[in-house]
T-cell receptor, first 113, second 113 residues
Framework: EAQVTQNPRYLITVTGKKLTVTCSQNMNHEYMSWYRQDPGLGLRQIYYSMNVEVTDKGDVPEGYKVSRKEKRNFPLILESPSPNQTSLYFC????????????FGDGTRLSIL | GESVGLHLPTLSVQEGDNSIINCAYSNSASDYFIWYKQESGKGPQFIIDIRSNMDKRQGQRVTVLLNKTVKHLSLQIAATQPGDSAVYFCAENGETSGSRLTFGEGTQLTVNP
């Protein structure tokens, strides 16, 4: 089954403790992206990757890092999480860019205390 | 600045009626538009997309209309069913590089039996 898988689905942690949210897709998609979703603000793009070893900042990249060492994986790294990063995070992928339909994972709810 | 927004944050319809969800955008350079449906606890699901060289596109029970003159996008759902209850997002790709997608804030559609 074609899918985007995120882990963990839920995480409660404390300020400053490094964490990684993994994202994997099995569709051989070149484009992958991370979004955060907050009430009243909709989905905002954090980082995206057009292909392996190619990553770029989205609209809200501060406090986040990403890597794209393999086509299927696109982890989101919070080196020193802060409470304002408490949010619902979505990973997405598409065949060739954001001008094609993106497949989304089911989300990761992060709470930073 | 660039913005994608929705005229109505909530829409309530009777089962069997047609629904129309509206979206305004401000970036005249946008060349790709897409509608997503998000059910509670899930990631956004692709519904339908349209490119700027078209003004109408139809899918199964859904139609997207694009009016570039007034920068307006709409999603029409025919014979709305309870399973259509969800939050609907429009999004635009404002860059010709095909790398970034900007989402609207979403409209909550409720279908009453």
């Amino acid at each position: 089954e074609a899918q985007v898988t995120q882990n963990p689905r839920y995480l409660i942690t404390v300020t400053g403790k490094k964490l990684t949210v993994t994202c994997s897709q099995n569709m051989n998609h070149e484009y992958m992206s991370w979004y955060r979703q907050d009430p009243g603000l909709g989905l905002r793009q954090i980082y995206y990757s057009m292909n392996v070893e190619v990553t770029d900042k989205g609209d809200v990249p501060e406090g986040y890092k990403v890597s794209r060492k393999e086509k299927r994986n696109f982890p989101l790294i919070l080196e020193s999480p802060s409470p304002n990063q408490t949010s619902l995070y979505f990973c997405a992928s598409s065949l060739g860019g954001s001008n094609q339909p993106q497949h989304f994972g089911d989300g990761t709810r992060l709470s930073i205390l | 600045g660039e913005s994608v927004g929705l005229h109505l944050p909530t829409l309530s319809v009777q089962e069997g009626d047609n629904s129309i969800i509206n979206c305004a955008y401000s970036n005249s350079a946008s060349d790709y538009f897409i509608w997503y449906k998000q059910e509670s606890g899930k990631g956004p699901q692709f519904i339908i997309d349209i490119r700027s060289n078209m003004d109408k596109r139809q899918g199964q029970r859904v139609t997207v209309l694009l009016n570039k003159t007034v920068k307006h996008l709409s999603l029409q759902i025919a014979a709305t069913q309870p399973g259509d209850s969800a939050v609907y997002f429009c999004a635009e790709n404002g860059e010709t590089s095909g790398s970034r997608l900007t989402f609207g804030e979403g409209t909550q559609l409720t279908v009453n039996p």
